[in-house]
């Protein structure tokens, strides 16, 4: 898929929200307002958005843990996920999922997920519905690399794979699961080699450039758009903090994040590569840059003072009818 | 050796009846019985009612007791005549209960089955019992079934052939009822008559079933015998609306039974099963939409939308009421047509078919002749 | 006249008539249809017990086989429910709710909430439960207790044929996730079952049997022991009433506590293992809020604190029978004269 220009400032405004809203609840969580863990995406925007910027409303994506990115770059209100992780009644939850389970089904976001491997078993399912309901419309699962090692991810590789869905499982391999290391916890080379195994295509992509996700995942949707069943896509990226905050990350080498900010920062690579082709100027995406870092700004100044849920609040929502 | 000496048996009331309770005696050994006289209290799971006399005797023998529970056609007691002696009648229970064979749930001779027939276009479950004469057809009212009549279709098939139909929207007939008129429901009943092959039918109509009744009598006269109309629609606007309303409504239990109770005199006649039934009919599929299609039409806005005091009386009528009817007052009795048979029985509710079965049963037996 | 059918062939009607009224509705599970792959028959099995038969034949691709992947496909339900379909997912046994537990548990049942209730999650999972058919012990649980704790699940458990096809039905309208589950033992069970469609609403139990001297609540295929042991009571002069739940979750606790109110006596009849099962849950209930109209303790008949055994002497031991229920309902005449 060609991207136009408009597209380019979408994809970078999108990437810059993302990582403007993590930046700027790594701060805020040391304050103390946030009730219970925030696990960030920042350093990894390239994935989601990369991958998103093909979906529409009818496709549906489910997320992890690390989940804010993608709801972003599925659309989700921003305003409506900052309140949400506050636990506000005007979060995109009502206050009642928090961080790890944001979610807009309107907007085909099926949540992040507090359970590693949860997503993969529920998109066979999307891609099932879109497939009988004739919809067109693509399933994506993101799964770290600790969720690649899940029962549920292998299980569904072959369901998606026997049902011939369109779904693609994305996995964002950061290096740890936790505080260990991919590069133990998994038994082959790549995630992306398991791919042979269930009958799908499996590609390793340098998740840090957002050009070669774009590439790698059209390809995916596309074939699962015309009906050519599942593809597996192996983002090899990783997290700027800890597995959540609060992680001292003593498991990770000296330096190691510092010297990833800069030399791998996709945000970095992003604005050099668009710039260096002059396809966009660099004062367009300083433009942006302000933009982004107001509109976090205003969401959290929204989240801080907004109402908490009412004891009422407690007992609804857990039955349509009971 | 049984000469002159007659069983009283469990009855089988309605189709599903396998057994019955024996809930005590109303007449004591050595009382003399005339036909019709009610003998003895049987319990159902459905229902509650009395056994009636057929013939003239003394009442020699309780053989069952109260408490007991006996399958349908077992035997109760013992009817003869005061000549017969002690030890032929020990001799007739001792042969009966030595060849008696309960029914089995089965068993096709267990009574006679339903059957359906298409109406325009629309299946339509009766029940025919007896034969011979001019027929007679049994038209429950809004809500009900051909299980309405369980304590008359027997008795009034003594004498003649007598069929009950599940009007459309009830019982297990289609579930579709056109625009839910009195007229489009008389046209059913016309068209079950025409598929039957019955040219000319005393009609007997409870409750809407009545207004029906009336609809055909004014639509097809030379098709009508005779009409007998029991606490019946179609003489006066007056109608409990709010038991129209409350009966499709009602969702569960709790909230079906007041309204149900309001049919009966007696409302311990409204058992838990008798509300699970029509619970039951009430939640399959476009039932609810049916009776609410029917009421819009037949009483919009609580009141009825067909009066036909005019018919009345231009074929032969009988008119039954119970004095306390709570859906449709037993004023609308007053001042029918010169010719029209009236009674109006007291402390008998809508129900009045059912609850007083037996007095109801022989003033229409001895109108139909 | 309700025509008479089986409880099996109750579902599979109730399965077959909601398919045909809404196309969303769609079958899945293992050898649901059967067949898938070989070189024989097409709809081979229609299940492990033949409840799904013929629906192959006239639904097509929507009857669904899956791979031995319980996670994958009761999840693949799950999702598909939140995204425009009415998937019945069949789990083979309720024992396999081990392997795929998390996606009805932590998913589905959850979504509502913590979506602030802007989830609808139409699933049913059709699971066979319970003892009696020598399957040992991991294919003949009662496991409905563990999906009753789960707050977001609906949790249904009918005793008859008529219950199993308008519970069934409404568990497929409903737009909650629903537990289905069918006692193994009572599938060749014959009753009334109207051959239209209609649905029975669920937190509604049925008073099967009436009586005034001892209340015997009790779920499943424990209705049928209850009555068994109702009739004979009755020969003594003790008369029953019998209350099936028909549904755990929602539970109809004010016929419970009406029964309760009526008799005075309690006997709970569980067929599930003795701890934090329906009968705890339910004397915990009316201890709590008809204490004063208990004349005596309440007995709880249950299975022991066991696996379910496999040898056939050892299991007619462990299940609940009417014996069992007769010497409870005695024990609590005894106790509160």
């Given at each position: 898929?060609?991207?136009?220009r408009d597209?380019l400032?979408t994809?970078y405004?999108i ?8 930046e700027?609840?790594?701060?805020e ?11 960030l995406?920042a350093?990894?925007?390239?994935s ?34 900052m ?14 999922g928090?961080?790890m ?6 907007k ?7 359970i590693?491997?949860g997503?993969p078993?529920?998109?066979?399912g ?6 009988q309901?004739?919809t ?19 299980e ?9 869905l ?5 996995i964002?391999?950061?290096g ?10 998994i ?25 070669a ?18 593809s597996?896509?192996e983002?090899k ?8 905050e609060?992680?001292a ?9 510092k010297?990833l900010r800069?030399?791998?920062?996709c945000?970095?690579?992003f604005r ?8 966009l100027?660099?004062a367009e995406?300083?433009?942006?840059d302000?933009?982004?870092l ?7 100044t929204?989240?801080k ?17 009971y | 050796m ?10 089988k009331w ?8 024996v809930?005590g ?21 459905k229902?509650?009612?009395?056994v ?10 309780h ?7 006996l399958?349908v056609?077992?035997l109760?007691g013992i ?22 064979v309960?029914?089995e749930?089965?068993?096709?001779d ?6 359906t027939?298409e ?5 339509i479950?009766y ?6 004469g ?5 038209i429950?009212?809004f ?26 929207g ?8 056109g625009?839910?008129?009195v ?23 409870h ?5 029906i009744?009336l609809?055909?009598a ?9 009409i ?6 179609g003489l ?6 709010d038991?129209l309303e ?5 969702e569960?239990r709790?909230?079906l ?10 409302p311990a ?7 699970n ?23 919009p ?19 039954i ?7 449709i ?10 010719g ?8 008998q509710g ?5 609850e007083?079965a037996?007095e109801?049963?022989?003033l ?6 | 006249?309700a025509?008479?059918?089986t409880?099996?062939q109750a ?5 077959a008539q ?22 024989g ?6 299940g492990p017990?033949?409840i799904?038969?013929g629906?192959y034949?006239?639904y ?5 086989d899956t ?12 999702g ?11 789990l083979m046994?309720?024992?396999?709710m ?12 959850k ?12 699933v049913?999972i ?8 020598r399957a040992?012990a991991q294919?003949?649980?009662?496991l409905y207790?563990?999906f009753?704790?789960?707050p977001?699940?609906?949790v249904v ?9 308008g519970?069934l039905i409404?568990?497929i309208?409903?737009n ?6 069918e006692?193994?033992?009572l ?17 509604e ?6 009586g005034?001297d001892?209340?015997?609540?009790t ?5 049928h ?11 003594d002069?003790?008369?029953c009433?019998v ?10 606790e ?9 008799t ?10 003795p ?14 809020k008809?204490?004063?109209?208990l ?5 709880q008949?249950?299975?022991p604190?066991?696996?379910v055994?496999?040898?056939d002497?050892?299991e ?22």
């Amino acid at each position: 898929m060609q991207l136009s220009r408009d597209d380019l400032l979408t994809a970078y405004r999108i990437m810059r929200t993302i990582r403007e809203f993590e930046e700027r609840l790594h701060v805020e969580f040391a304050t103390g307002d946030i009730p219970g863990f925030v696990h960030l995406y920042a350093g990894e925007e390239a994935s989601g958005v990369g991958v998103c910027m093909h979906l529409d409303d009818r496709d549906r994506i489910a997320s992890t843990h690390r989940g804010h990115g993608h709801c972003i770059a599925k659309g989700c209100d921003v305003d409506g996920m900052m309140a949400e992780i506050y636990g506000r009644r005007d979060g995109l939850c009502a206050g009642k999922g928090g961080s790890m389970h944001i979610a807009d089904l309107d907007k085909g976001m099926m949540g992040a997920n507090g359970i590693v491997g949860g997503g993969p078993p529920l998109i066979c399912g999307a891609g099932l519905a879109a497939k009988q309901l004739g919809t067109g419309g693509v399933a994506i699962a993101f799964v770290g690399d600790g969720g690649s090692n899940q029962g549920t991810t292998f299980e569904s590789l072959n369901l998606a794979s026997v049902w011939n869905l369109p779904c693609i499982f994305v996995i964002e391999n950061n290096g740890y699961a936790e505080s260990t290391s991919s590069k133990w916890s998994i038994a082959c080379d790549d995630a992306a080699d398991r791919a042979s195994g269930f009958n799908m295509p499996g590609v390793v992509v340098d998740g840090h450039d957002f050009f070669a996700v774009h590439e790698a995942a059209g390809e995916a949707i596309k074939r699962a758009r015309e009906g050519a069943g599942p593809s597996l896509l192996e983002c090899k990226l990783n997290r700027y903090y800890g597995h959540f905050e609060g992680d001292a990350q003593t498991y990770r080498g000296q330096d190691e994040v510092k010297k990833l900010r800069e030399s791998r920062d996709c945000l970095a690579l992003f604005r050099e590569n668009v710039t260096s082709a002059g396809l966009l100027e660099g004062a367009e995406l300083d433009a942006i840059d302000r933009e982004a870092l107001a509109q976090i700004d205003g969401a959290v100044t929204k989240a801080k003072t907004a109402p908490p849920p009412t004891a009422a609040d407690l007992l609804t929502d857990v039955y349509v009818t009971y | 050796m049984s000469e002159g000496i007659r069983p009283i048996c469990m009855p089988k009331w309605g189709l599903s009846m396998k057994e019955g309770k024996v809930a005590g005696w109303l007449v004591d050994e050595g009382d003399a019985l005339a036909p019709g006289d009610e003998v003895i209290d049987i319990e159902t799971e459905k229902i509650s009612s009395a056994v009636e006399a057929a013939d003239a005797g003394v009442l020699r023998r309780h053989v069952a007791q109260e408490g007991d529970v006996l399958p349908v056609g077992g035997l109760l007691g013992i009817v003869a005549d005061e000549g017969v002696a002690d030890g032929d009648i020990d001799a007739f229970v001792t042969d009966f209960q030595a060849n008696f064979v309960p029914p089995e749930d089965d068993d096709e001779d267990s009574g006679p089955a339903t059957e359906t027939v298409e109406v325009a276009g629309r299946n339509i479950r009766y029940l025919t019992k007896g034969e011979g004469g001019t027929p007679a057809i049994l038209i429950h009212g809004f809500g009900g079934d051909l299980n309405n009549w369980l304590f008359n279709h027997d008795a009034l098939a003594a004498r003649r052939v007598v069929h009950a139909l599940d009007l459309p929207g009830h019982g297990s007939s289609a579930k579709d009822v056109g625009d839910g008129s009195v007229g489009f429901f008389a046209d059913i009943v016309t068209g079950f008559a025409d598929a039957l092959g019955i040219e000319q039918a005393h009609l007997v109509g409870h409750s809407m079933g009545g207004a029906i009744a009336l609809a055909v009598a004014r639509a097809a006269p030379a098709r009508v015998a005779s009409i007998t109309l029991i606490g019946s629609a179609g003489l006066g606007s007056d109608i409990d609306g709010d038991y129209l309303e409350g009966f499709i409504a009602a969702e569960r239990r709790k909230d079906l039974k007041p309204h149900v109770e309001k049919l009966f005199s007696d409302p311990a006649l409204v058992t838990r099963q008798l509300v699970n039934d029509l619970l039951a009919f009430k939640r399959i599929d476009g039932v609810t939409a049916a009776l609410g299609t029917i009421r819009e039409a037949f009483a919009p806005g609580g009141a009825q939308a067909e009066v036909m005091r005019d018919v009345a009386g231009s074929v032969p009528t009988l008119v039954i009421w119970g004095a306390g009817d709570r859906i449709i007052p037993a004023s609308h009795a007053d001042g029918l047509p010169d010719g029209v048979d009236c009674t109006v029985l007291d402390s008998q509710g809508h129900m009045v078919q059912m609850e007083a079965a037996t007095e109801v049963n022989r003033l229409i037996d001895e109108r139909l002749g | 006249m309700a025509r008479t059918a089986t409880y099996q062939q109750a579902i599979n009607e109730a399965l077959a008539q909601e398919m045909e009224r809404d196309e969303t509705v769609i079958v899945m599970g293992e050898d649901v249809a059967g067949g898938l792959g070989t070189d024989g028959e097409r709809d081979a099995w229609g299940g492990p017990l033949g409840i799904t038969k013929g629906l192959y034949g006239k639904y097509g691709d929507r009857v669904m086989d899956t791979p031995i992947s319980e996670s994958a496909f009761i999840g693949a339900a799950v999702g598909a429910a939140t995204a425009g379909l009415r998937p019945v997912a069949e789990l083979m046994f309720i024992d396999f709710m081990g392997v795929c537990f998390d996606q009805i548990f932590n998913q589905a049942a959850k979504f509502r909430y913590m979506f602030g209730g802007k989830a609808e999650t139409p699933v049913v999972i059709r699971t066979m439960y319970g003892a009696g058919l020598r399957a040992a012990a991991q294919h003949s649980q009662c496991l409905y207790p563990v999906f009753t704790h789960i707050p977001g699940l609906k949790v249904v458990t009918p005793a008859t044929p008529y219950d199993a096809k308008g519970l069934l039905i409404q568990a497929i309208r409903d737009n909650d996730p629903v537990i289905f589950c069918e006692h193994k033992a009572l599938y060749t069970l014959e009753g009334d079952v109207p051959e239209e469609p209609y649905a029975l609403p669920f937190g509604e139990a049925n008073i099967v049997r009436e009586g005034d001297d001892v209340s015997i609540v009790t779920l499943g295929r424990m209705v049928h022991v209850a009555t068994e042991a109702a009739d004979a009571l009755s020969g003594d002069g003790i008369e029953c009433e019998v209350v099936d739940l028909r549904t755990t979750s929602p539970m109809d606790e004010d016929t419970i506590l009406e029964t309760v109110e009526n008799t005075g006596r309690l006997v709970v009849l569980d067929e599930a293992h003795p701890r934090c099962n329906m009968a705890t849950d339910i004397a915990a209930m009316v201890c709590e809020k008809a204490f004063d109209s208990l004349k005596g303790p309440i007995k709880q008949v249950t299975a022991p604190h066991t696996p379910v055994p496999f040898a056939d002497t050892l299991e007619d031991l462990y299940i609940p029978d009417a014996a069992a229920v007769q010497k409870a309902v005695k024990a609590v005449m005894e106790s509160s004269k």
